[in-house]
């Protein structure tokens, strides 16, 4: 018997990376700046002061990082396209040089016989649109269908699989409610109303990957199980209000075209004005797709709060009268995250019994763990990576077992790379990288899942 889960012919095994966290070359051939090359070069908001200007320097560097990729046997590669790569004003002229590039790596993966998967946007969002309003206005989503459909244009006939946005819950809430991301704001109608264009954005995208004959369109959320931090009917209360924060703002208005019912108990007054919200919108935002991508990492423990503001002028969309409690009895990663593998099994065959036949087959688009990797003699080893990576593939097994229609995983992440606020801190790679040399060191992880692969061929 094999020490490793086992999946079905076909199934994809992959890796994935994202642009602002890998490129570098922020300012080369032609890129504008983004939301992330602000931020990160304001003092005080990036930990360690670290940028994105370098990063793994895979723009030079992509040659070498694919052929990690073929060595190591997966699939699939999930790669983002910088936005202000390709149209560096958000609108306007576009850069021959940025689509030249993502030309380069597509067919650099094709002679690997590795098959792309590109994300259209995965946060860079060009700062001239943000001067402009940024995600609070449709004219953002109306020309994220633009770029989208230069891209589709250009690579359309080589990419296979296409996800419109990655993480747009992080996109709202944590760049224009909670302040932690790009562009860093904090506000409570301005999120809501970035939440709404994004998941427009994401229709009129699917519009234009179909009208330049794709294969697959799908879109990428980072969906969290809520556990209750008692059983107590305040804590049950919270959960729910967590759930449509985080879940349900997502998935009912894409599977279901309608927003929550629960959102008048979760956002209260704030909800109150919806002008935004246009006729029309939620048949666009809910047309098929042909996969649902899922993100995921951990649990989130919840207990009931009051609200954090107590004016209620200024409350931002995230003071939703709950809090993150601890998840006791668990091991936990590097960024405080709770390891409980089974949750996203939970999470996998929760979303297949509320969806039921509206819910399209699913990629696990990103998981992994940021841990305290050990180097020694020019190895890297990390078995609470390979703990961590082996028991949520097992679960993801159990998963299939009971029913759920999984067509792939990507590790998140290839490198190590630029961990947001968080800076090089924190290191998620299978690779490592020394940021000083820009060398790569294949970690223990990278070895387990390499046999793991190489162990579901006949």
């Known amino acids: ?236 209360a919270a959960v729910v209000r967590a759930d449509t924060l985080h879940n349900l703002m997502w998935t009912d208005p894409i599977l279901s075209g309608h927003y929550p019912d629960t959102e008048q108990d979760t956002w209260g007054e704030l909800i109150t004005c919806q002008d935004f919200r246009r006729d029309g919108d939620l048949e666009l935002i809910s047309q098929p797709m042909d996969f649902l991508g899922i993100n995921y990492y951990r649990p989130i423990t919840v207990a009931d709060a009051p609200y954090r503001e107590s004016d209620p002028a200024r409350r931002v969309a995230t003071d939703n009268r709950y809090e993150e409690a601890p998840t006791p009895g668990v091991r936990h990663t590097e960024m405080g995250w709770p390891v409980v593998p089974h949750t996203l099994t939970d999470l996998l065959v929760d979303l297949k019994e509320q969806y039921g036949a509206a819910l399209p087959p699913l990629h696990i688009t990103e998981n992994g763990s940021a841990e305290d990797d050990r180097v020694t003699d020019g190895a890297v080893h990390d078995p609470d990576r390979v703990a961590y990576l082996r028991d949520h593939l097992t679960a993801l097994r159990a998963a299939l077992d009971r029913g759920v229609d999984v067509r792939g995983y990507y590790v998140w992440s290839l490198l190590d790379n630029f961990e947001w606020a968080y800076g090089y801190g924190k290191r998620f790679g299978i690779v490592r990288v020394d940021y000083d040399t820009q060398r790569r060191i294949p970690k223990d992880s990278y070895h387990w899942y390499r046999r793991m692969i190489a162990a579901q061929r006949p």
């Open 1 to 236: 018997m094999s020490d490793f889960p086992s999946f079905p012919p076909g199934f994809v095994l992959g890796a994935a990376t994202a642009s602002y966290q890998i490129e570098g070359a922020a300012s080369e051939d032609g890129r504008g700046p983004s939301i992330w090359d602000t931020y990160s070069h304001t003092p005080g908001l990036v930990k360690g002061g670290d940028t994105g200007d370098v990063a793994c320097d895979h723009y030079h560097r992509y040659p070498e990082d694919v052929a990690l990729l073929r060595d190591l046997g997966v699939g699939s590669y999930r790669f983002s396209v910088a936005w202000p790569r390709i149209v560096p004003d958000g609108s306007g002229p576009v850069n021959p040089k940025g689509l030249d590039f993502y030309e380069r790596l597509v067919d650099e993966l094709l002679a690997a016989g590795i098959e792309p998967a590109a994300t259209l946007y995965h946060w860079d969002l060009p700062q001239a649109l943000e001067d402009r309003g940024g995600w609070r206005v449709r004219d953002t989503a109306e020309r994220f269908a633009e770029y989208t459909a230069t891209v589709a244009e250009r690579l359309g006939d080589r990419v296979p699989r296409w996800i419109t946005l990655n993480e747009p819950w992080c996109s709202a809430f944590l760049g224009y409610s909670v302040g932690r991301h790009a562009p860093g704001a904090r506000e409570g109608r301005g999120a809501l109303a970035a939440a709404h264009h994004l998941l427009v954005g994401h229709g009129l995208a699917v519009q234009a990957l179909r009208a330049a004959g794709v294969r697959e369109a799908g879109i990428t959320l980072n969906l969290d199980h809520h556990l209750p931090a008692t059983d107590s009917a305040a804590d049950r």
